[in-house]
Antibody
Framework: EVQLVQSGAEVRKAGESLKISCKGS????????IAWVRQMPGKGLEWMGI????????TYNPAFQGQVTISTDNSINTAYLQWSSLKASDTAMYYC???????????WGQGTLVTVSS | EIVLRQSPVTLSLSPGEGATLSCRAS??????LAWYQQRPGQAPRLLIY???NRAPGIPARFSGSGSGTDFTLTINSLEPEDFAVYYC????????FGQGTKLAI
């Protein structure tokens, strides 16, 4: 069974750094792109960026370029999303998702809630 | 960037009724469109891909149609667990989602 398991909820202050994780299992981790998707409170879904663990090829949504960093550690089948300096506006639920058929997302993590206080 | 607009914003129906949700793209996406369901407190779930293909494990009451710029998600005989938010999604140069349709009881 394919599973993406994300790290737990985080509470931080503005200006702090943060790295959240997404661990894949039940499939060959390096063979599928992993995306990160933001959902702000009461809002819709926004694609942030996507990484191919096989060669670390990354594409960012221009709206998030420079604001976050996506990476993987293939030795532990884990993808990461990190911030160097959080803002209150980064408060949101963050999902990782596996890309399917080159276009869609067939498996999703359970989400990581990030709360940033000012 | 291709913009996806969903309508209606909210659709109020009762269990047993049928639902028709719409997604319109700002330019043609061919048949490259997916639908997702998001229940409260849960992650999104892929329902339909390539406009009309049901994802594994998705009940037959869910069906998708359309091509080009106009797409429809149809849900026959609504079950209580179908009341959720539904998003369409496409990938052109990058991935975009519609703003969502809330299916409410």
């Amino acid at each position: 069974e394919v599973q993406l398991v994300q790290s737990g909820a985080e509470v931080r202050k503005a200006g702090e750094s943060l790295k959240i994780s997404c661990k894949g299992s039940g499939y060959t981790f390096t063979s599928y792109w992993i995306a990160w998707v933001r959902q702000m409170p009461g809002k819709g879904l926004e694609w942030m960026g996507i990484i191919y663990p096989g060669d670390s090829d990354i594409t960012y949504n221009p709206a998030f370029q420079g604001q976050v960093t996506i990476s993987t550690d293939n030795s532990i089948n884990t993808a990461y999303l990190q911030w160097s300096s959080l803002k209150a506006s980064d408060t949101a639920m963050y999902y990782c998702a596996r890309r399917f058929a080159g276009r869609y997302f067939d498996n999703w993590g359970q989400g990581t809630l990030v709360t940033v206080s000012s | 960037e291709i913009v996806l607009r969903q309508s209606p914003v909210t659709l109020s129906l009762s269990p047993g009724e049928g639902a028709t949700l719409s997604c319109r793209a700002s330019q043609s996406v061919g048949s490259s469109l997916a639908w997702y369901q998001q229940r409260p407190g849960q992650a999104p779930r892929l329902l339909i891909y390539d406009a009309s293909n049901r994802a594994p494990g998705i009940p037959a009451r869910f069906s998708g149609s359309g091509s080009g710029t106009d797409f429809t998600l149809t849900i026959n005989s609504l079950e209580p667990e179908d009341f959720a938010v539904y998003y369409c999604q496409q990938r052109s140069n990058w991935y975009t989602f519609g703003q969502g349709t809330k299916l409410a009881i």
